[in-house]
Structure formats: C-alpha cells, structure tokens
C-alpha cells in the first residue's frame, strides 16, 4: 500500500513538471521568465515586485522591481536560458534553477542586488551572494527598501503600492 502511495504522490508530483527546459526566455518580472509557454519561478530567490519602489543612494524612490526585470533582459540578452525544474508552486508555476552560459540566474541576480536570497527555500544557497552584494551597496543595498514578501503581504492587505515600498526602518 505504501508503495502504492508512493508511486501516486511522486507520478502526480512529476507529471506536472516538465523536462529540462531550454530556449529564449520572456522575463515577466524579477524573478519569472517564460519558455516555450512554461511560467518559470527562479528557486530559492525573491526579487522586489515589478511596481515596487525602493530607495538609491541619494534617496530618491525608483523602480527597484522594474530594474530588477530590466537587468534581468540584459544580462540574458536573446541568449539560450536553461532551467532545471524543482517543483510546482501555488500558482502552478514551474519552479527551477535557470542559467545563460553556465551562470545561476538566482546568483547573479542576487549578487547584483536585484534580488534578495530566500532562506526559506533556498537554505541558504545565495547567503554569500547576498553577503557581497550588500558589502559592495550593489541594487537594492544601495539604499532602502521592503522585503518582496513583506510588500506582497502588505499590498495583500489593502496597502498602496507606495506605502507598502516605503519603511522608514527598512535598512537604512
């Protein structure tokens, strides 16, 4: 009977996954892209919400998620984007470790400052990547913002996108 579970949970569990995925990714926002029509969430990292504004250097809001997105485009540049899928979200999105020519989308974006590491999920994984993006003010450790989960939590709550970007105690 076990065995049986087994084979139902796992045949059900991978059935919903695709194989490898390879080929010209769509960036969606900070930390999605798509291939071949597959929405891809990158594992163990979150990036500020596309509308999500944080804080420079000179204290001036902008787009953090937008650059998050944009920089992302960039650094991809049409080039072939290969994901190796984990598992399934919430939203059934493919969730996976991508990279271009052999680098980690996860790490560059965390290490460039356009994403936080999610210990959550990643255990860990990105911590050092985070650790010299924040000693160097690179992205978002420039200035100040709001933890994406944390925006999402208070957008979830009726807050306006402005107020949920802004904390005044948010890592100054």
Known sequence: MAALVAIVFFGS??????????????????????IHGTRIRLWGIDAPETIQLCRGD???QYRCGAKSANDLDAF?????V???????????????????DGVDLGEW?????????????????YTAAQRDAEHA?????????????LYRACIRANGRPAACSDD?????
Do not use: F, M
């Open 168 to 172: 005044a105690n948010a890592h100054p």
């Open 82 to 100: 290969s994901c190796l899928p984990i598992s399934l979200d919430q939203y059934g999105r493919t969730v996976a470790t991508c990279s271009v």
């Open 109 to 125: 974006l965390v290490s460039n400052g356009l994403a936080l590491d999610w210990p959550q999920y990643s255990k860990g994984k």
């Open 13 to 34: 569990t991978s059935a919903g996954l695709s194989a490898d995925l390879t080929g010209q990714a769509s960036i969606i926002d900070g930390d999605t892209l798509e």
């Open 137 to 149: 003010g690179r992205g978002i450790w420039a200035g100040s913002y709001v933890e994406p989960w």
């Open 76 to 80: 991809i540049a049409k080039r072939p």
């Open 58 to 60: 000179d204290s001036q």
